[in-house]
């Protein structure tokens, strides 16, 4: 029976400043991967990698904008460079873009928020796959949301892009089966950290209701009756891009306390 270990795999983690990116990163490198960083602020995503070194693991900070197709390009070809291979992809990457009523929400928000959740998502799939060929098939896992599945009030376009990454998983894993390549998406739920912060004090904003008001809201639609965590999903991710789960493809997969999709 295989077991979990990332070891010899080789694997880019998009959005790897901090948060869940972070989290992966250090992850990934403890179950045995070299991990490639990628993130456009230069000050978080090389300390994402000091810590992973630190740590024992391998690790390569590369600072991009995966939304661009130019440092797609360059942050494939430094990975495989620098380790001799290209085997894991992460799509973790994405701006969850503004909180406001769609009338409000402009055509640049919906722009940004799709180019950083969507068009980042693909990108990354595009340029990685020659790769993973290269090297006998592979895994990639986008990181997508339960709004992605359900949706959320006020947030079109976060929504709206997570769905989208739910759809190019189930076309992907059709497309890059026959090349021993499988294809997952993670859709958490609420996720403690600074981000879920912000979204809950836009909604208390917009719905006009106190934060802590708005907090509950979030815990209570999980029958566990709390958020999830960052190693929650790194956990998951783990699974999905080991040995263990090769037969696993084109799935999405909840982590979200139990919470209903719909």
């Given at each position: ?49 000091r810590?992973?070194t ?26 495989v ?31 940004y ?39 959320l ?110």
């Amino acid at each position: 029976m295989p077991n979990q270990s990332l070891q010899g795999k080789v694997a880019i983690v998009t959005g790897a400043s901090k948060g869940i990116g972070r989290v992966l990163s250090q992850v990934f490198a403890r179950e045995g991967a070299s991990v490639v960083c990628a993130a456009r602020s230069k000050d978080l995503v090389e300390e994402t990698a000091r810590l992973v070194t630190a740590a024992g693991g391998r690790a390569l900070a590369v600072t991009c904008d995966v939304s661009h197709e130019d440092d797609v390009r360059r942050l494939v070809e430094a990975a495989v460079k620098a380790f001799g291979a290209l085997t894991t992809l992460v799509n973790n990457a994405g701006d969850g873009g503004p909180t406001k009523p769609v009338q409000d929400y402009t055509l640049d928000d919906w722009r940004y928020t799709l180019d950083s959740c969507l068009t980042s998502s693909y990108l990354c799939i595009r340029f990685a796959v020659p790769a993973m060929i290269q090297a006998g098939g592979g895994a990639i896992v986008n990181i997508s949301s339960v709004a992605g599945r359900r949706g959320l009030a006020y947030r079109i376009g976060y929504c709206s892009a997570k769905a989208g990454q739910v759809g190019m998983t189930y076309g992907m894993a059709l497309e890059l089966g026959p090349h021993n390549i499988t294809v997952n998406a993670i859709a958490p739920g609420a996720v403690e950290g600074d981000r879920i912060d912000r979204v809950i004090a836009g909604q208390a904003e917009v719905r006009k209701i106190p934060v802590a008001a708005a907090r509950e809201a979030f815990v209570a639609r999980s029958p566990l009756k709390r958020m999830v965590t960052a190693e929650d999903i790194a956990a998951a991710a783990v699974f999905l891009c080991s040995d263990l789960a090769r037969n696993i493809s084109g799935q999405c997969l909840p982590v979200n306390a139990g919470e209903p999709a719909s």
